[in-house]
């Protein structure tokens, strides 16, 4: 995103967590931030779109992670109950 013509980071108008007041943001590029016109309070990081991809794909990573956990930990438990079925199989077949 970038400013429009007079600076601004909104195209309208929103409350500023800090002070309450109205504020369309301006950038500080000092702070990296988008600050509030009032009291100067950060709005939100310049780099938010890089921010908010990065914790996306870090908790998109942690939930395939999660899930193979429990992708092994249930084959481990089919395993046995095969391993299981077999040892009744062996036992209960006849001789021929």
Sequence with gaps: MTTDENGHWYRQHIVCDF???QTRGWMDKERNAVVCDAC???????DWDNIRQERSQNTLLRLQRKS?????????????????????????????
Aim: aromatic share 2%; hydrophobic share 30%.
């Design 40 to 46: 100067g309070g950060e709005l939100r990081p310049l």
């Design 19 to 21: 002070c309450g007041g």
């Design 68 to 96: 193979l956990e429990m992708k092994k930990k249930h084959l481990k438990q089919l395993q046995k109950e095969v391993e299981y079925l077999e040892n009744i199989l062996t036992a209960t077949s006849s001789p021929k």
